[in-house]
């Protein structure tokens, strides 16, 4: 592997120096007399999608023990997922990509593969985007989990690897093996380059999973921030014709809409967590456009300005932010600012109530104001079905932002199905709704387009997604119990029910996936 490696790093150094040396000729022919020629020294391959190491094999797990650990920390998880098949090998692999404005940095990525008995022979590739972690050193090797408790890499792990995908699972730039000092969060264009540029040096650096996506099974999936990445991703793979052949499209729960659920935020209707959102959206626009203030103290309420830039992700639990009152947990306006509490649906009004508050609220009243009068002057949603409007043209930074990166600017060529819980309070179902009415006016046939809800509410689960119902009531029913029913119980179990759905969406995918193969 390593030899495989020292080849694929001399040919990519040789086309690049070969690439740079015909740029160079043409300059020096004009360049002064006195201008030094660079060193070899001076010369810094950075390209995106190359490994910048070789791939390090950081643990092996056979079925029996990823069973064990599965009981042990998830068994619904276990329950839904299936028991393991495969022994699972994973390795971290370092690897050039772009930061938030375009510009060289590094990453690393997870990269799971199956063996043993029954797992043989050619697998799919499932490119997996992870959901929100405010943790800097997250990362998707260790299936341990991030300090605030949530583990995408044993979702992938249990869902796909132990049943028989290669999975690349990529930290993103900004986290674990990451030299960017910030994370590119909702950052459309950057994200999806992150995510092929891993996908590109695992295809180099294991030349089973370059053969598998070559044999027409690669498939992007991903939940919460993750079904927006894998969104991203497959958009900017779609072009790329001769490189990808992804098989089908498989999200959860994700923003898609974002110009539509920032407004929505604005407008009266703070989602669950909405303050770390907020905090890590809002250092990543900044850092990658510059243009979302000149001075932290526009947007964050006075208490917060100084330390809000960079804060997250950090290294500090969410818990201890939260009790030191470094970040509100909840609070993202004012109580009295306008609009007010939009409490329109019972399903999300405890979580949307959460987020006002007389003291201790995280943006600045007067940004928030801006942003109102931005919103009623200058819409880029239909009110009343969500639905972009062409040629907006908003005034605010944040919403311009907000704007580039919205999802709703395409029409997928391949199958796709959209996940999510209509009770969701972190990110509103409607969301998913807006997207799938989008792509079916782009012309998407009903034959490509499934949506998924796994929340069946007070009615018996039915349908072809029945047995996923069930299972999500079951979890829901059993975190009800736990937190009893005092207000702050009501709370926590409406900001829980995002969680309670990823394992449901991303067995979905999975099945999903699996009809496509046959």
Not at 47 to 63: D, E, M, N, Y
Not at 169 to 193: E, H
Not at 378 to 391: D, K
């Amino acid at each position: 592997m390593k030899r495989l490696y020292t080849m694929i790093r001399s040919v990519a150094a040789l086309g690049a120096l070969l690439g740079a040396g015909c740029a160079g000729a043409q300059s020096m022919a004009s360049a002064p007399a006195s201008a030094a020629a660079p060193t070899s020294a001076s010369i810094h391959l950075e390209i995106p999608g190359l490994p910048s190491g070789p791939p390090v094999a950081t643990q092996t797990l056979s079925p029996a023990a990823l069973t064990t650990l599965l009981q042990t920390r998830s068994p619904l998880l276990l329950q839904l997922a299936g028991t393991p098949k495969c022994t699972i090998s994973i390795s971290s692999l370092g690897y050039y990509t772009v930061d938030g404005r375009g510009k060289p940095t590094t990453a690393a990525t997870a990269v799971m593969q199956p063996s043993g008995p029954g797992c043989t022979g050619s697998h799919p590739v499932a490119l997996y985007a992870h959901g929100t972690s405010a943790d800097r050193n997250y990362d998707l090797t260790n299936l341990n989990g991030d300090i605030n408790g949530d583990d995408d890499a044993l979702t992938a792990a249990a869902i796909f690897a132990a049943q028989g995908y290669d999975v690349v699972l990529p930290n993103y730039a900004g986290y674990a093996g990451s030299s960017l000092n910030y994370a590119p969060f909702l950052n459309a264009n950057q994200q999806a380059a992150d995510m092929i540029n891993a996908l590109r040096a695992a295809r180099l650096a294991f030349p089973s999973i370059l053969l598998d996506g070559l044999l027409n099974k690669l498939f992007v999936t991903g939940y919460s921030q993750g079904g927006y990445v894998a969104m991203a991703t497959y958009r900017a793979m779609q072009p790329l014709t001769l490189e990808f052949h992804p098989v089908a499209l498989a999200t959860g729960n994700g923003p898609y809409a974002l110009s539509h659920m920032a407004d929505e935020e604005i407008d009266g209707r703070p989602s669950g967590g909405s303050p770390v959102l907020f905090d890590l959206v809002v250092n990543s626009w900044q850092q990658s456009y510059g243009n979302v203030y000149p001075s932290p103290t526009e947007v964050f309420a006075p208490q917060y300005a100084a330390t809000a830039p960079g804060l997250l992700p950090g290294t500090v639990p969410e818990t201890t932010l939260f009790a030191e009152n470094a970040i509100p947990a909840t609070a993202l306006f004012q109580t009295g600012s306008l609009p007010g509490p939009n409490l329109t649906d019972p399903d999300t009004a405890v979580v949307v109530q959460a987020g006002f508050a007389s003291a201790n609220f995280f943006l600045n009243t007067s940004f928030r104001e801006h942003l109102v009068a931005d919103v009623a002057a200058n819409p880029c949603s239909n009110p009343t079905t969500g639905q972009p409007i062409a040629n907006c043209a908003p005034t605010t930074g944040f919403r311009q932002d907000a704007l580039r990166n919205d999802l709703l600017n395409f029409k997928p060529a391949v199958p796709l199905q959209m996940c999510g819980a209509h009770s969701d309070s972190t990110v509103y179902f409607d969301n998913t709704q807006i997207a799938a009415q989008f792509f079916e006016q782009e012309g998407v046939p009903a034959s490509r387009l499934t949506v998924v809800d796994v929340d069946p509410g007070n009615a018996a689960p039915a349908g072809p997604f029945a047995a996923l119902q069930a299972a999500f009531a079951a979890a829901r029913a059993q975190v009800a119990a736990e937190l009893g029913n005092s207000p702050t119980g009501q709370l926590e179990l409406s900001e829980d029910i995002h969680d309670l759905a990823e394992a449901p969406c991303v067995v979905a995918a999975r099945t999903f996936f699996q009809g496509m193969m046959k």
